[in-house]
């Protein structure tokens, strides 16, 4: 008997060790790769060849709108930043762009707020276009970027003076709300197509290509995040919001297949906002609700879809591998500032809400 209680104890220390061991391999692996995938996620993204690409480009739009170049620091890398509409003084405009693109992204949205006379500040995020950085470096870095503008604007007594406004759309549209956790004197914000929290769209995304077992890596991923950010990694925008009782508008297609509408969505937590001024805009229109295409006009999203058969027709031709120059002499042939077209509707619900935090002045004739 002895000596079978001996091989039962001796096996379940044994197992234990076994069990142990699997569960140290286990982290020992997760740890690696969740380092591996999270920052294969956020490439660095540089400036496309514009000559290839439909979005409206600087150069088409400049002799119109003048910009003044500047620099300022975040972290140990210097971004570019681009300022519109010197002569306005009704209010500053600040620009955030998504992942994978940068402030030229959104040149159609620029222009519309110089038109509606504010000046405004636009910046290529970290390892985004003409900015500095190796990557894009994670989620939580476009608050960070964000944050070291509106402590350059401080600086600068011609910007520090106006009203301030931030419009962010996707990674910006993050930035925008969480930025809030910073004490800035912020008049009003639009964050369009935004997530709540970092970790929220980072398990959103794993879900989409994991499953299931994304949720085992969780622990593992905030951890990750968390060592490279602090507690920015945690920041949310519910919290934000509720606390600063800063104006917002948030706004988000039903069809956004990349921050979905019910799941990583600012929208979703609308219940929890307690901000009695924040409202919100729920776009519903086909081809018009999604993620990249949610401030397209009706005649440019239908624009779009005949240049898209078109381009179709013309790479099937050559399987895939159209030569550069028909390639070029294709998108020469398109019309950029219909592409761009911004849906006036929803503009005009954008205006209403600037209007509401920064009255246009108007002149009137002095009495005699």
Known sequence: MRSTRKKSTGFSRVLRIGLLSAVLLFILISLIATKIVYDKQFPRYNRPDESTTAQLRYSDIEADYARVLVNFQSGANTLQGYVYGMENTRGLMVVAHGLGGGADSYLPHIKH???????????????S???????TKGFP???LDLQAELTYIATQ??????PLLLFGHSWGGYAVANVLNYPHDIKGIISASGVNTAIDIIIEQGRSFMGGFIYTQYPFLWLYQRLLYGKVASFDAVTALNTTGVPALILHGVADKLVAYEGSALIARKDDIINPHVSYVTLTNPGR?????????????SYIEEINRE????YD???????????KSFYDGIDRFLVQDLDPDLMQVIDGFIDSLVPVTKLTAETP
Request: include cysteine.
């Open 141 to 143: 870095q476009s608050v």
């Open 289 to 301: 609700d999604g993620h990249n295409n949610l401030f397209k006009s009706e005649a440019a999203a």
């Open 113 to 127: 707020f110089v038109d509606q006379g504010l000046r405004v500040f636009a910046y290529d995020c970290t390892g």
């Open 157 to 162: 007594p011609d910007l520090s003076a106006l």
């Open 317 to 327: 031709s050559y399987d895939g591998q159209i030569p550069y120059e028909l390639k």
């Open 129 to 135: 276009y003409d900015s500095e950085g190796k990557t």
């Open 311 to 314: 381009y179709r027709k013309l």
